[in-house]
T-cell receptor, first 108, second 116 residues
Framework: AQRVTQPEKLLSVFKGAPVELKCNYSYSGSPELFWYVQYSRQRLQLLLRHISRESIKGFTADLNKGETSFHLKKPFAQEEDSAMYYCARMEGAQKLVFGQGTRLTINP | DTGVSQNPRHKITKRGQNVTFRCDPISEHNRLYWYRQTLGQGPEFLTYFQNEAQLEKSRLLSDRFSAERPKGSFSTLEIQRTEQGDSAMYLC??????????????FGPGTRLTVL
């Protein structure tokens, strides 16, 4: 099965410190990858997709085909970044395959 | 609120009972998806519709599960003879099919099912 793996269930960093949430995928072709975020008491929402190569809320993610990774990074964490983060891959034409998620906590 | 809505938000039922959930997508969206999320896991795809046609079903969708989208607008997900293993958050999402290869899926708040 083609999988998305997020090795860290929990990640805790201090405000102002760099953040990296890891994501690895198993797929031999050119995957279409995304990061979704769920803030407390809010619904799941798209944060960014690799094909757009944009920075959202200071986050970036680079697709590394050699390492089959799509890690999410932010140079300086803010308290409002505390949330659940899911890496996901598009499978077939429409369905999303999600990783297990990483709960990010930013300590003041 | 013009986003995806789901009802009920919470459902507690006894094992063996039938339950039905409703999803109302964003009004102009022609695609509708159902996902299931259990504790500590990411959402898992169940099925999706384009207009009223159910185009794909996951193997997770046993014969006790049925989904419909009769008029290409709202959708219902029914679980018959519920089991404790059906306890999960059921998420609905919608998107607008267009010319791009990816159409962002917008998620609803989910229906949390607890089977006692």
């Amino acid at each position: 099965a083609q999988r998305v793996t997020q090795p860290e269930k929990l990640l805790s960093v201090f405000k102002g410190a760099p953040v990296e949430l890891k994501c690895n995928y198993s797929y031999s072709g050119s995957p279409e990858l995304f990061w979704y975020v769920q803030y407390s008491r809010q619904r799941l929402q798209l944060l960014l997709r690799h094909i757009s190569r944009e920075s959202i809320k200071g986050f970036t993610a680079d697709l590394n085909k050699g390492e089959t990774s799509f890690h999410l990074k932010k140079p300086f964490a803010q308290e409002e970044d505390s949330a659940m983060y899911y890496c996901a891959r598009m499978e077939g034409a429409q369905k999303l395959v999600f990783g297990q998620g990483t709960r990010l906590t930013i300590n003041p | 609120d013009t986003g995806v809505s789901q009802n009920p938000r919470h459902k507690i039922t006894k094992r063996g009972q039938n339950v039905t959930f409703r999803c109302d997508p964003i009004s102009e969206h022609n695609r509708l998806y159902w996902y299931r999320q259990t504790l500590g896991q990411g959402p898992e795809f169940l099925t999706y519709f384009q207009n009223e046609a159910q185009l794909e079903k996951s193997r997770l969708l046993s014969d006790r599960f049925s989904a419909e989208r009769p008029k290409g607008s709202f959708s219902t997900l029914e679980i018959q003879r519920t089991e404790q293993g059906d306890s999960a958050m059921y998420l609905c999402a919608s998107s607008l099919a267009g010319t791009s290869s990816y159409n962002e899926q917008f998620f609803g708040p989910g229906t949390r099912l607890t089977v006692l």
